[in-house]
């Protein structure tokens, strides 16, 4: 079974500082990792993905996550953190493996708050 | 940019009745999903479909949920007799053929009074 643990139910940033969002699964198969963002009263939006291939990955807003095999991590950064930031973030994650319906197990989330 | 949609926005109900929960996937996905948020808790998987048929779903879907695909653009989500543990934000998603990622709706907010 997979799983995923997103520490801190809440983060407070100043604008302007690093946005850190820690995110750790556990997987028996290599995993694809997910970070969904959720507005207020909107749906979950996706931000950014690890599938294969370079660990270092990209995403919207000007985040970004890196897939640590070793310490089972998949972090989310972001150098300045805007007013518009401000979300609840969930970590999720599914097997890499041929087949897969790719069902997502998700984290309990995170929300993000960003004081002026 | 294409969006996956879902009706009602927020559904109130008596226990006991029977609800349906509304999704438009995005046109030419063939993978489709719901998930549910009971308030302050994760977002869990309910059951996921292909090909007309459930692909897998999650102890949570028992008999008393049911999806079907009625047309070619619909995706729906039937709980039969509510309860009031049912209260949650249901989420819709779809998957297209290439890729592992979903999109989701904005969610439904089911209310079992």
């Known amino acids: 079974a997979q799983s995923v643990t997103q520490l801190g139910s809440h983060v407070s940033v100043s604008e302007g500082a690093l946005v850190l969002l820690r995110c750790n699964y556990s997987s028996s198969v290599p995993p694809y990792l997910f970070w969904y963002v959720q507005y207020p009263n909107q749906g979950l939006q996706l931000l950014l993905k690890y599938t294969t291939g370079a660990t270092l990955v990209k995403g919207i807003n000007g985040f970004e996550a890196e897939f640590k095999k070793s310490e089972t991590s998949f972090h989310l950064t972001k150098p300045s953190a805007h007013m518009s930031d401000a979300a609840e973030y969930f970590c999720?994650?599914?097997?890499?493996?041929?087949?897969?319906?790719?069902?997502?197990?998700f984290g309990k989330g995170t929300l993000l708050t960003v004081n002026p | 940019e294409p969006e996956v949609t879902q009706t009602p926005s927020h559904q109130v109900t008596q226990m006991g009745q029977e609800v349906i929960l509304r999704c438009v996937p995005i046109s030419n996905h063939l993978y489709f999903y719901w998930y549910r948020q009971i308030l302050g808790q994760k977002v869990e998987f309910l059951v996921s479909f292909y090909n007309n048929e459930i692909s897998e779903k999650s102890e949570i879907f028992d008999d008393q949920f049911s999806v079907e695909r009625p047309d070619g653009s619909n995706f729906t989500l039937k709980i039969r007799s509510t309860k009031l543990e049912d209260s949650a934000m249901y989420f819709c998603?779809?998957?297209?053929?290439?890729?592992?990622?979903?999109?989701f709706g904005p969610g439904t907010r089911l209310t079992v009074t």
């Open positions: 999720a994650v599914t097997k890499n493996s041929g087949g897969s319906n790719y069902k997502l197990t």
């Open positions: 998603a779809s998957r297209g053929l290439a890729g592992a990622e979903q999109y």
